[in-house]
């Protein structure tokens, strides 16, 4: 049981844009920064967003981050097959859980 | 150029001690506002953070797994070792190595390839 929430699954079509939701709490998203890793098949995960919103050097700007109280989000906006993979949220957690707990992941199908 | 890589066994008997290096280059573990952290992740699941440790000798561990861990680092060597002992089939997984950054908050910024550990006798 992750600490952080995600849904196990999405999918949108090629060109679509596609939301992931990640929720947590006060301990957490709450109270700290949110940072998304992207994990194509086989790989190890990859930094997409950090500090909420920011895009490492060499992420396209179809990725981009949000949060909002206890909730972030992570939206691929002219999806592509090779956006196909898992998808991670994490964040500090001030609490016992952490310092650092992540979502379930979400695995997302291009179809 | 920073990279990161684990080494370790393949395979492991249950109730022995898992011993993990990660090998880093192209940064130093003594700059200030960095870390490295380990990392699991079983087959098709979700990844577990295990402990990280700062430039400044800051540790900390998962809190299931405190009893069972011990992070130490070699400036010298540039290597991280994560201990883990008493070993069970559950501990089969993936384990990862990043680096930690802050800027704005902290976060991994570079991972290491992984190393599948297996845990059976």
């Known amino acids: 049981q992750s600490v952080l929430t995600q849904p196990p699954s999405a999918s949108g079509t090629p060109g679509q844009r596609v939301t992931i939701s990640c929720s947590g709490s006060s301990s957490n998203i709450g109270s700290n920064t949110v940072n998304w890793y992207q994990q194509l098949p086989g790989t190890a995960p990859k930094l997409l967003i950090y500090?909420?919103?920011q895009r490492p050097s060499g992420v396209p700007d179809r990725f981009s981050g949000s949060k909002s109280g206890t909730s972030a989000s992570l939206a691929i906006s002219g999806l592509q097959s090779e956006d196909e993979a898992d998808y991670y949220c994490?964040?500090?957690?001030?609490?016992?859980?952490?310092?650092?707990?992540f979502g379930g992941g979400t695995k997302l199908t291009v179809l | 150029q920073v990279t990161l890589k684990e080494s370790g066994p393949v395979l492991v008997k249950p109730t022995e001690t898992l011993t993990l290096t990660c090998t880093v280059s192209?940064?130093?573990?003594?700059?200030?506002?960095?870390?490295v952290s380990w990392i699991r992740q079983p087959p098709g699941k979700a990844l577990e953070w295990l402990a990280h440790i700062f430039s400044n000798d800051e540790k900390s561990y998962s809190t299931s797994l405190k009893s069972r861990l011990t992070i130490s680092k070699d400036t010298s060597k540039s290597q991280v070792v994560l201990t883990m002992t008493n070993m069970d089939p559950v501990d089969t997984a993936t384990y990862y190595c990043?680096?930690?950054?802050?800027?704005?908050?902290?976060?991994?910024?570079?991972w290491g390839q992984g190393t599948l550990v297996t845990v059976s006798s």
């Open positions: 990043a680096r930690i950054r802050f800027l704005e908050g902290y976060y991994f910024d570079y």
């Open positions: 994490a964040a500090w957690d001030d609490s016992l859980n952490g310092p650092w707990v």
């Open positions: 500090s909420n919103n």
């Open positions: 192209g940064f130093s573990l003594s700059n200030a506002r960095m870390g």
